[in-house]
Structures are given as structure tokens and as C-alpha cells.
């Protein structure tokens, strides 16, 4: 009987001994899969980058991760992963990975897609052409535009005529590595069109334009005309009461964007003299197309302009202008303040 007992005894102790082990080592294993998981990355120093590829499965990041130093064990992340449910649901794109993440900090980076942004800004009064050479300087962008003239260009952009000019609006975009140069360019030109189509459904009463395109060409040649902000909307006036009066717009900008690589800097009496589609001097009303990718603001003033009888103003100097509403006061301030009336609008 005491036998009996004693080796009962010895069993219950074994068994204890025996689960208080194994809760031990379990306790263990959880400790070290908790710290190859949740624990900062002891080998990094600074901040790196990482790109997924497009493509990419779980198994072949892991991997990478793990042979880079940048978490201890690719198995064990992948079985987080699936546990959580994002095996799929990493993706592509640049991450900046932190010295202090832990190994489920970045599996949590990559399902988020926060992914390194680049910048580009194109500027209010840049051309068409100045914009797409700015996009096409970078080497964060893909180029797939490169062998592409004006007119396809403005096809792929859905523009409704041959020629892209003032439809991109000058703002800041951010995008990711080997973003499409024409994704870049859609979102500058649908930004465009919000705008311009707000800026014509809040227009100030009848106005000499026939369609919003019309009011698009105005704004980029108050965008070039304007060195003050707070002038456009008198500039924009100036410009309108000529058109309604039948007036040319005499505007240098204009003058200057037709002569294209033949303008050096110096506008002579003789480009003013010169015939062509864009030289406001010799013609009647509009412009063709916009001559710059005009800004808000400009968008804004060239349909609201404001009141006034001014239908003459020449540059100050400053930065300004000086506005008159007779040919007689214009003249004396284009004496005063300028030495060729070339620089002027409205002087003949």
C-alpha cells in the first residue's frame, strides 16, 4: 500500500516537473518569437530604402528582408502574415525602413503602402513645353512620352483640340517611383479642368467669351502679364474692355510666345510689326491657344475682372504696373516709366 502510494506520488511529481518544463520552454519560444517579431532591428544604423517590385509575393519579400538583415526570420513573418491575413496584401512601391522597426513595424509599412513620395511643380507661366521637360528631367519618373509630338500627347491627355498648352495646371504633384510622366501630366490637366469649369460657373455676369477655352486663353496671358498678385483682376479688366471695345490686346507676352526660339530677350519694333497668330499687336481679339499654364488666380480674374475705365497699363519697374483709361495719360506714364513703349500694352 505504501508502495503504491509512493510511486503515485512519484508520478504526480514527474508530471509537474514535466509540464512545468514544457511551460517553461513554451514561455521560451514565446519570448524568442516575440522578439524576432515585435523586437527593433539590431542591425540597422540609419535609415534605408526598400523597394517591392511590382509583382512581388510574400515568400520572395521575406526572403529578401531576411538575407538584407532587415528582420532575423522571413519564415516567421510569413506565418504572422498569413495568421493576420496579409500574405496578399502587400505592396509595391519604396519604403523607408527605420532602425527601430521591428520586423511586424514592416510588414505593416508594406501592407499600408506608404511609400516614399517624390515632388515635382511645375510653375505658374511656365509653357507647355518647360513643364514636360521638367518631368522629363527626372529619373523617378517612367518615361513613356519621350518619342510623342504636341498633338499625341494632347490626344492621350484627352485634350479636345491639337494642342496641350495652359490645360496643365502649376501646382506640386507627388507620386512613387517609375510613375507614368503621363499620370503625372493626366492629374495636372483634370486639376485644370476642375478649376477652369468653377472659375466659368462663378463668372461675373456676360462676358466676351464664347467658351471656357476662351477664358483659359485670357488667364495665361494675365498669368504672363502679372508681377503683382493683386493686379490680375485690374489686368484682367483691361483686357476684357478692349475685347469689348473692339481694342487689340497689345500684349507682349503674347508677341513673345509666337516668336518662340527666335525671341533672344530683346522685343523689337520689328517683332511688334510682324504678323502672326499670336501677335495681339496685328490681330484681332484672342490668341489661338493659351501661351502659359495660368494659376488659380489667374483663372479666377480672367472671370471676374474687375471694374474700372482703365484700358491701358504699362510696367512700373517694381514689379507693377501703372493703369490708365486714356491714351493721353498712358503715353505720359509710358514716358515716365519706360524708355522703349514696347514694353507696354495698349499704346497704339
Known amino acids: 500500500m505504501n508502495f503504491g502510494r509512493l510511486l503515485l506520488t512519484n508520478w504526480r511529481r514527474r508530471i509537474a516537473l514535466f509540464v512545468a518544463v514544457a511551460l517553461l520552454l513554451a514561455i521560451a519560444l514565446l519570448l ?59 505592396r509595391s512601391g519604396e519604403y523607408s525602413i527605420e532602425p527601430e522597426m521591428s520586423a511586424v513595424d514592416i510588414l505593416e509599412l508594406l501592407v499600408s503602402g506608404e511609400s516614399i513620395q517624390y515632388r515635382v511643380t511645375l510653375v505658374e507661366g511656365w509653357t507647355f513645353a518647360q513643364a514636360l521637360a521638367e518631368i522629363r528631367s527626372l529619373d523617378t519618373v517612367r518615361h513613356t512620352l519621350d518619342s510623342l509630338g504636341r498633338a499625341e500627347i494632347a490626344a492621350a491627355l484627352s485634350v479636345p483640340n491639337t494642342d496641350p498648352e495652359g490645360m496643365l495646371h502649376p501646382d506640386t504633384y507627388f507620386f512613387t517611383r517609375n510613375t507614368p510622366d503621363i499620370e503625372i501630366l493626366r492629374r495636372a490637366r483634370q486639376r485644370q479642368e476642375t478649376l477652369l469649369q468653377q472659375a466659368w460657373g462663378n463668372r461675373l455676369g456676360a462676358l466676351p467669351y464664347e467658351t471656357p477655352y476662351e ?42 510666345y509666337g516668336l518662340g526660339n527666335e525671341y533672344n530677350g530683346n522685343l523689337t519694333r520689328e517683332h511688334l510689326n510682324t504678323t502672326t497668330q499670336y501677335n495681339t499687336y496685328r490681330i484681332n481679339g484672342l490668341p489661338p491657344t493659351p501661351i502659359a499654364l495660368p494659376g488659380e488666380a489667374s483663372l479666377i480674374a480672367a472671370l471676374n475682372p474687375r471694374q474700372s475705365d482703365a484700358l491701358y497699363f504699362v510696367a512700373t519697374g517694381d514689379g507693377g504696373h501703372y493703369f490708365s483709361s486714356t491714351l ?18 495698349g499704346t497704339q
Open 32 to 90: 524568442v518569437l516575440r522578439a524576432a517579431l515585435f523586437g527593433p532591428n539590431e542591425n540597422l544604423e540609419s535609415p534605408v530604402v526598400y523597394e517591392v517590385r511590382a509583382g512581388s509575393s510574400l515568400t520572395r519579400v521575406s526572403n529578401e528582408l531576411e538575407e538584407l538583415g532587415y528582420i532575423g526570420n522571413g519564415l516567421l513573418l510569413r506565418l504572422y502574415a498569413q495568421y493576420r491575413g496579409q500574405a496578399n496584401a502587400i
Open 215 to 256: 477664358a483659359l486663353i485670357m488667364a495665361s496671358i494675365i498669368e504672363k502679364e502679372s508681377g503683382v498678385a493683386s493686379e490680375r483682376g485690374e489686368i484682367a479688366g483691361v483686357f476684357v474692355r478692349r475685347l469689348e471695345r473692339g481694342m487689340r490686346l497689345q500684349s507682349d507676352p503674347t508677341v513673345i
Open 328 to 345: 493721353e495719360e498712358h503715353n505720359a506714364a509710358v514716358e515716365r516709366f519706360q524708355i522703349q513703349p514696347s514694353q507696354t500694352t
